[in-house]
C-alpha cells in the first residue's frame, strides 16, 4: 500500500487572521483581484468592524489547476477588519447599487503606536481607508468554491 500523498487530501477552506504588517501581507496576497458588489460592504462603528463579502480567485489553487487542466475557481470569503476607529473611501458611490468592484490590493501604513490605517486600493482609482487602533483582520471562505466565471486567472499575481 502506497503512502498517502498531499494531492489525496481534502481541501479545507480558508480561515487565517493578521495581527501585524506580516500577516497582513498574506491575506493580501490571497485577497487579490476579489470582486464586490458596494452592497457587500458593512461598518458598524458601535462593533469597530468593517466587514466585505468578496468573491476572491483561489490563487492557492491556481498552479494545481493549471496542472490537472480544470478550470480556475473563486469562493465566497468574509474579509474582517476588527479595531476600526474610523472609515474613509473614494471613487466608491454607495447610492449605486449595482456598482461591482475590485480589490487590487490590501496595505497598512503604520502609526506611531500600534495603529494606523489599513488601505484597500480598488481597481478603477478607488480606496477605502480604515483607521485602525491595531491590525486584527480574518479571511475565512463561507461557500464552497465555484467554476470562475471568466474561466480566466486574473491579470497580474501574488
Same mark, same amino acid.
Given at each position: 500500500?502506497?503512502?498517502?500523498?498531499?494531492?489525496?487530501? &481534502?481541501?479545507?477552506?480558508?480561515?487565517? !487572521?493578521?495581527?501585524?504588517?506580516?500577516?497582513?501581507?498574506?491575506?493580501?496576497?490571497?485577497?487579490?483581484?476579489?470582486?464586490?458588489?458596494?452592497?457587500?460592504?458593512?461598518?458598524?462603528?458601535?462593533?469597530? &468592524?468593517?466587514?466585505?463579502?468578496?468573491?476572491?480567485?483561489?490563487?492557492?489553487?491556481?498552479?494545481?489547476?493549471?496542472?490537472?487542466? &480544470?478550470?480556475?475557481? &473563486?469562493?465566497?470569503?468574509?474579509?474582517?477588519? =476588527?479595531?476600526?476607529?474610523?472609515?474613509?473611501?473614494?471613487?466608491?458611490?454607495?447610492?449605486?447599487?449595482?456598482?461591482?468592484?475590485?480589490?487590487?490590493?490590501?496595505?497598512?501604513?503604520?502609526?506611531? =503606536?500600534?495603529?494606523?490605517?489599513?488601505?484597500?486600493?480598488?481597481?478603477?482609482?478607488?480606496?477605502?481607508?480604515?483607521?485602525?487602533?491595531?491590525?486584527?483582520?480574518?479571511?475565512?471562505?463561507?461557500?464552497?468554491?465555484?467554476?470562475?466565471?471568466? !474561466?480566466?486567472?486574473?491579470?497580474?499575481?501574488?
Amino acid at each position: 500500500m502506497a503512502d498517502a500523498t498531499f494531492d489525496d487530501g &481534502r481541501e479545507a477552506p480558508l480561515n487565517l !487572521g493578521a495581527f501585524g504588517a506580516e500577516d497582513l501581507e498574506i491575506i493580501a496576497s490571497l485577497a487579490q483581484d476579489a470582486v464586490f458588489p458596494v452592497t457587500e460592504i458593512s461598518w458598524r462603528p458601535a462593533e469597530r &468592524r468593517f466587514a466585505l463579502l468578496l468573491n476572491r480567485f483561489r490563487w492557492e489553487d491556481k498552479d494545481a489547476a493549471e496542472q490537472r487542466g &480544470r478550470p480556475y475557481e &473563486r469562493v465566497q470569503s468574509v474579509l474582517v477588519v =476588527d479595531q476600526v476607529l474610523s472609515v474613509a473611501s473614494q471613487g466608491v458611490d454607495r447610492k449605486d447599487r449595482d456598482l461591482i468592484l475590485s480589490l487590487l490590493s490590501l496595505s497598512f501604513e503604520p502609526g506611531s =503606536d500600534g495603529d494606523g490605517h489599513i488601505v484597500l486600493t480598488l481597481a478603477g482609482d478607488g480606496a477605502i481607508r480604515l483607521a485602525v487602533e491595531a491590525v486584527e483582520v480574518t479571511l475565512r471562505d463561507v461557500t464552497r468554491p465555484y467554476q470562475a466565471p471568466s !474561466g480566466q486567472a486574473p491579470l497580474h499575481e501574488t
